[in-house]
């Protein structure tokens, strides 16, 4: 567990490849817009009104100046005085609507997408959680999400922002001036082209940034969800120096983009500033040369930097497009990502069932090249207790998941009372399966809720009885608050006997037809060990149980012991026939029992 591996903050080399050429549905992308168009449409218009209340001001300090040098009327001096502080009050106005608007747009996308792509990956098959770790899954979900919404609203209104502001600026001053217009669009023409020469690498460092950052949130996820490994291993400053591995990862190339994006920004300020000063000098001559009024000098000055701001944010928007269009592949990776097993078309709901299980000629491999079991036919009898046992790697744990369809057999069928699997819908399925695994996964929230997880509309009668069954009910109330106590993080504050119990009450409460059990007990002190055991015979009684025994001796009560070897059935029978056989499960048993001969001696010699 503790290996190399683990222990080294992951490339992306190792990853699954992400990214950057996943194409981007722009339909798609967009349509989380729609339903909130009315809300968009006010931004929009209100920011429209702001651009336009701000294009109309350099004209009213033009005409200001005329009042001064050239009229020198004080009636007009205080009207346009006037007239400008109504300009500002109404920009404010709108652009205070603006924001707002856009604002609640921005986080009701933010809410869309993320619960969007969470029940999407809700959707998604196992195999696609064994190639990902969890940590750069919520990256993806916090921060990436975070960084589409910025694009679909901040980007959106920017650019048409800075588009009218241009627009406006440089037709107001074809108006006033024609031969400035050209000279204009020359120097925007040269800002532009530098602009998109440098904005096609944003995407490239951003995206590194991002998958840094997946990567240091990996390292924090381990860390924090193995805290009591990591206590009991002493091994705290290893994780804090992972951790900060990562994070010197995701520094340095958040100062790449840094760096990048500094000089890009500095550049895009000369060129902007020398272009004012460009604008300045040619309207300058226009004024020596008569052609140009010194009044309207001030205009042409206000409208200059409008047009220079305008082409800044442009450019700098390009940029930032690029650099969202990493998170949005990012998103759209996972959201382009189809489950391996899903329901077919025309999926029929699976009737209540008796529990008749049927393996036919089965085989299956994680990979298309190497097969994990081989052409495995079994018929397991409804209310049957069938226990796999093996050698590890035998193929115990793939055949138990087949059965609940969490992987698909790579030939062959698996048949429920005689229905093909495939043909059923998963969720009919699996709500007449019950599974208490060897780990106990337990939600943070209280006792109640982790028991009712089993069955959600169930009765506190119901939720009691349960518990009573699983002999939790006991050490429930001693709890502080009872079945209200909160269980913490994975039932950490609960001990794995009482986690277990839990899990069988849950179980229970389900009351399901077929019972997958991997070995609840194997970890177990004695006493733990019998009360969990009293609880699985209860909750074994009249269901069809498979159990995955790790621990030969706890598999007599099976009707049918199936031990299986590099994926084939080698043989099958009750506990004392096979003993008699002395074949590989008579092996197997030996073997443990000497080791647990040797154990007990180790402990009388102490």
Same mark, same amino acid.
């Given at each position: ?58 004209? !009213? ?16 001096? =205080? ?25 609640? !747009? ?29 940590? #750069? ?16 609203? =901040? ?54 940034? %991002?998958?840094?950052?997946? @990567? ?5 996820? #381990?860390? +924090? ?28 190339? /958040? ?19 020398? *272009? ?48 969202? +269009?990493?998170?949005? %592949? ?25 529990? /008749? ?21 079994? /018929? ?36 429920? @009372? ?31 809720? =982790? ?51 839990? /899990?069988? *009450? ?12 991997? #070995? ?11 009360? !969990?055991?009293?609880? +699985? ?38 506990? @004392? ?19 647990? @001969?040797?154990?007990?001696? *180790?402990?009388?010699?102490?």
């Amino acid at each position: 567990m503790f290996g190399f591996r683990r222990g080294s903050v992951r490339s992306r080399r190792d990853a699954p490849e992400a990214s950057i050429n996943t194409p981007v549905n722009w339909r798609r992308l967009f349509g989380y817009l729609r339903p909130y168009r009315g809300r968009m449409a006010l931004a929009i218009g209100a920011l429209t009104v702001a651009s336009l209340l701000g294009l109309s001001f350099p004209l !009213v300090i033009m005409q200001l100046l005329d009042s001064v040098l050239n009229q020198q009327d004080q009636r007009q001096l =205080n009207l346009f005085a006037v007239a400008l502080v109504g300009i500002f009050f109404l920009q404010a106005t709108f652009t205070f609507f603006q924001s707002y608007n856009l604002n609640y !747009v921005g986080e009701r996308i933010i809410l869309d997408l993320r619960t969007v792509l969470y029940r999407h990956l809700q959707t998604l098959s196992l195999d696609f959680y064994a190639n990902r770790r969890i940590g #750069e899954i919520l990256s993806r979900l916090s921060s990436d999400v975070t960084q589409v919404r910025s694009l679909l609203t =901040n980007n959106i209104t920017t650019l048409l922002s800075s588009l009218l502001s241009l627009i406006g600026s440089v037709v107001i001053v074809f108006l006033l001036n024609s031969r400035l217009v050209g000279f204009v669009l020359v120097l925007a023409l040269v800002i532009v082209g530098i602009a998109v020469g440098f904005g096609r690498y944003f995407q490239k460092f951003s995206t590194a940034v %991002q998958d840094a950052l997946a @990567d240091a949130t990996v390292a924090a996820e #381990e860390g +924090l969800q193995g805290v009591r490994v990591v206590k009991s291993f002493a091994r705290e400053e290893y994780e804090v120096g992972r951790y900060n591995a990562a994070m010197e990862q995701t520094l340095a190339a /958040a100062l790449r983009l840094a760096l990048f994006r500094s000089a890009f920004g500095g550049l895009m300020a000369f060129l902007g500033f020398s *272009a004012i000063a460009a604008i300045l000098w040619y309207s300058g001559r226009e004024v020596i040369e008569g052609r140009l009024e010194f009044a309207t000098i001030s205009g042409f000055l206000i409208y200059a930097i409008a047009i220079a701001t305008s082409l800044g944010q442009l450019s700098g928007l390009y940029g930032q497009f690029r650099q969202a +269009l990493g998170s949005v %592949q990012r998103v759209f990776e996972i959201l382009h990502t189809h489950p391996t097993v899903a329901d077919l078309p025309g999926a029929k709901e699976l009737p209540t069932i008796e529990g /008749a299980i049927t393996f036919d000629a089965i085989s299956f491999g994680y990979e298309s090249n190497l097969a994990v079991i081989k052409q495995i036919s079994l /018929a397991i009898q409804p209310g049957e207790i069938v226990a796999l046992v093996g050698p590890s790697g035998a193929g115990k744990s793939t055949l138990f998941n087949l059965i609940p369809r969490f992987y698909d057999p790579t030939a062959g069928r698996v048949l429920i @009372d005689g229905f093909d699997v495939r043909t059923v819908t998963q969720q009919s399925l699996r709500a007449q399966i019950g599974l208490v695994p060897q780990e106990t996964i337990l939600f943070g929230g209280t006792i109640r809720e =982790n028991i009712a997880y089993g069955r959600l509309d169930a009765s506190e009668a119901e939720i009691i009885a349960a518990a009573q069954a699983a002999n939790a009910h006991d050490f429930i109330l001693e709890t502080p608050r009872g079945y209200e106590t909160v269980v913490g993080e994975r039932g950490v504050k609960l001990s794995g006997g009482q986690r277990q119990r839990l /899990a069988i *009450a849950r179980a229970i409460l389900k009351d399901p037809r077929i019972l997958l059990l991997d #070995e609840a007990t194997s970890s177990l002190d004695s006493e733990s060990e019998e009360l !969990v055991q009293e609880a +699985l015979n209860r909750l074994m009684q009249g269901r069809t149980s498979v159990i995955i025994a790790h621990r030969l001796s706890t598999v007599k009560i099976a009707h049918r012991i199936i031990v299986l070897d590099h994926g084939e059935i080698v043989e099958q029978g009750a506990h @004392d026939e096979l003993m008699a056989r002395n074949g590989l499960y008579a092996h197997l048993y030996n073997l443990q029992f000497r080791a647990s @001969d040797n154990v007990r001696l *180790a402990e009388v010699n102490i």
